[in-house]
């Protein structure tokens, strides 16, 4: 087992693809199959600092998302997005190979403050384990093992940003007539999606219940990403839009444009629970249509 507060990037080339991933985070940065540009997208500059999450790639968003949300209401849990996406986890050597990293993450190593932010009174005890399974497609699966002796809940998200062209000739099909929570609007309203993709003009954040395999149609770089995955009740699409994205850290001018994020997500009251002994896996995987 390998154990560091490094910041390591470990390079991947393997016949069909290639990756890059970091420790800190368990954080996928990019990925391509043979013969395409980047599917999961990274800023040209990528800034790496202890404490803070990594722009780009696939976040992973565990045990909490934003700032949480118990009895119907948003909290205020820090950090946000939960402790997953800025700490380090162990990578597994043994159990990892060219195409396949496996890494964990357990409660051991995360402060009880922070640990108490969740579950159902008492501390939680867990052993996370995330397994990346690089080659045509790109497969991610984060699962959560209960080790303690009470239930726990927990959201989690792979925050996955992919790679188009340009938003504006980007859109996510498979949602048509899915309810989802519009989060830009006061009250985060339940809205339904008509009969059309979705398009970005402006800012767009939702939360989808939805299950189904999606597609990305990006006509600018002219190919299609299919989103597909497993044990994660809702779908996040979102786009900054120029006025937030041009306001983000650690992205230059412009660079909101080639990105859409398709989020395989467990929140709010998709949040997942966990007795003890038990676990849960969501996953993603990614794949490219021409
Ligand atoms: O900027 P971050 O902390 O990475 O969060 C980025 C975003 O994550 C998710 O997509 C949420 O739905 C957004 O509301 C949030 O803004």
Redesign the pocket.
């Known amino acids: 087992m390998h154990m560091s507060n490094e910041m390591v990037i470990r390079n991947i080339n393997v016949d069909t693809a290639s990756a890059m991933v970091s420790d800190y985070g368990a954080h996928v940065l990019t990925w391509a199959p043979r013969g395409e540009s980047a599917v999961v997208w990274c800023p040209s500059v990528v800034h790496l600092n202890e404490g803070k999450?990594i722009?780009g790639g696939v976040?992973i968003?565990f045990p909490w998302?934003?700032f949480g949300f118990e009895n119907g209401r948003v909290t205020s849990k820090k950090p946000?997005?939960g402790f997953g996406?800025v700490s380090f986890w162990e990578f597994d050597e043994r159990a990892s190979n060219e195409g396949h990293l496996r890494y964990m993450l357990s409660d051991e190593a995360i402060d009880d403050t922070v640990l108490a932010q969740f579950g159902f009174g008492g501390i939680p005890r867990f052993h996370a384990i995330y397994d990346i399974e690089i080659g045509e497609s790109l497969t991610m699966a984060l699962t959560v093992c209960n080790v303690g002796n009470v239930p726990f809940a927990y959201e989690a998200?792979l925050?996955t940003y992919l790679h188009v062209g340009d938003v504006d000739c980007a859109k996510v099909l498979g949602l048509e007539g899915a309810r989802y929570v519009d989060?830009t609007l006061e009250d985060d309203p339940i809205v339904v999606q008509g009969n059309e993709a979705v398009a970005f003009s402006g800012l767009v954040?939702?939360?989808y219940y939805s299950t189904d395999t999606l597609r990305l149609r990006d006509d600018a770089l002219g190919r299609t990403i299919v989103i597909a995955k497993q044990g994660a009740p809702q779908t996040?699409v979102?786009n900054?839009g120029e006025r937030?994205g041009n306001a983000?850290?650690d992205l230059s001018k412009g660079e909101w444009r080639r990105f859409v994020?398709v989020?395989a997500?467990a929140n709010r009251d998709g949040a997942i629970t966990v007795d003890p002994g038990e676990f849960h896996t969501l996953s993603q995987t990614i794949s490219v249509e021409r």
């Open positions: 999450a722009r976040p968003i998302f934003n946000k997005h996406r998200a925050h989060t954040d939702r939360i996040v979102r900054p937030n983000m850290g994020c989020e997500v």
